[in-house]
């Protein structure tokens, strides 16, 4: 038996949380997602059952039906995804407040950024890269509640948005390279 096996636990997976540093870092090896307003979300599909979990591990299935359908809907017998929990207002810009008051949880749809199993197997060793080319690959002809968040890298520009519609979205770096490991500070 290895040391490590490439399945998971059938129970929750906390999620990798970021670091903090005084700038944010630069170079080919790093890509930077947008940080929507919404709720860090775990989500696990296993056969036809479908769990939505918080970032603490609080069960957000009830919540938030748009992304249960959509994840019910996926192909793989199974997956567990990464990513946000976002509610938009009519200007198509993520409202924190929509979310946190629960007055729109019928609409509530999450954003993608990290693949972290796929039937059956644990894909936290592969690269970052490679996650994110199976997640959009997974993804491409989903239903509405599930959406691939892009990264930017450097040839995006500069990573500072200057947009004002959008001053709340904030670039989140991450290794392009990086194996992706469980706990609150991506230590196991």
């Given at each position: 038996?290895?040391?490590?096996?490439?399945?998971?636990?059938?129970?929750?997976?906390?999620?990798?949380?970021?670091?903090?540093?005084?700038?944010?870092?630069?170079?080919?090896?790093?890509?930077?997602?947008?940080?929507?307003?919404?709720?860090?979300?775990?989500?696990?599909?296993?056969?036809?059952?479908?769990k939505l979990y918080s970032r603490p591990g609080n069960d957000l299935t009830d919540r938030f039906p748009l992304i249960v359908e959509a994840l019910s809907k996926l192909r793989p017998r199974s997956c567990i995804i990464d990513g946000e929990a976002v509610a938009c207002g009519?200007?198509?810009?993520?409202?924190?407040?929509?979310?946190?008051?629960?007055?729109?949880?019928?609409?509530?749809?999450?954003?993608?950024?990290?693949?972290?199993?796929?039937d059956g197997e644990d894909l936290r060793r592969d690269p970052l890269?490679?996650?994110?080319?199976?997640?959009?690959?997974?993804?491409?002809?989903?239903?509405?509640?599930?959406?691939?968040?892009?990264?930017?890298?450097?040839?995006?520009?500069p990573l500072g948005l200057a947009v004002p519609s959008a001053r709340r979205r904030r670039p989140a770096p991450r290794?392009?390279?990086f194996a992706s490991v469980t706990g609150p500070t991506g230590r196991k």
């Open positions: 038996m290895p040391l490590h096996p490439r399945t998971l636990s059938a129970d929750f997976i906390p999620p990798c949380l970021p670091s903090s540093a005084p700038q944010a870092p630069s170079g080919e090896e790093w890509s930077h997602e947008i940080k929507h307003d919404g709720f860090r979300v775990i989500a696990r599909k296993e056969g036809t059952r479908v009519d200007d198509g810009i993520a409202s924190f407040d929509r979310i946190r008051y629960r007055h729109h949880d019928a609409s509530v749809f999450l954003y993608a950024f990290d693949l972290i199993e796929l890269a490679v996650r994110k080319a199976t997640l959009a690959s997974l993804l491409a002809r989903s239903a509405p509640g599930l959406r691939f968040n892009e990264h930017l890298d450097e040839h995006d520009g290794r392009s390279s």
